[in-house]
């Protein structure tokens, strides 16, 4: 199976660099369809790339997924890695959307 999710410009580059290879995503109704060996064509405002799922992490909310996953794989440069926080995430989602939902991280390889 395809599926079809959005990259700002920094995050798609770190990806098809392969600098970054898990993509960290509230785990709902959508990202729960997702299984190992399926296809994610990642689409920036400019370009598109296509990775396979190697393996799906799951976790309550992101101070787990933190804890657990190298963050220099989930797109943190080794300068970041020291004040990457959890909170960090908030930009993207609410803490009511991921206490309800849960958190993926999505590990992937870009197609060649």
């Not at 794989?73 to 959890?86: L, N």
């Amino acid at each position: 199976m395809i599926h079809n999710m959005k990259l700002n410009e920094i995050p798609f580059e770190m990806i098809r660099s392969g600098a970054k290879t898990i993509e960290l995503r509230l785990y709902d109704e959508k990202r729960r369809k997702i299984k190992v060996g399926d296809s994610i064509c990642f689409k920036s405002k400019t370009d598109k790339l296509t990775a396979i799922v190697k393996a799906l992490h799951t976790f309550h909310n992101f101070e787990e997924l933190y804890a657990a996953l190298p963050l220099d794989k989930c797109g943190y440069t080794a300068d970041e890695i020291a004040t990457a926080s959890p909170d960090d995430m908030l930009e993207y989602y609410s803490k009511e959307q991921i206490e309800r939902y849960g958190v993926v991280g999505i590990e992937i390889e870009v197609k060649k």
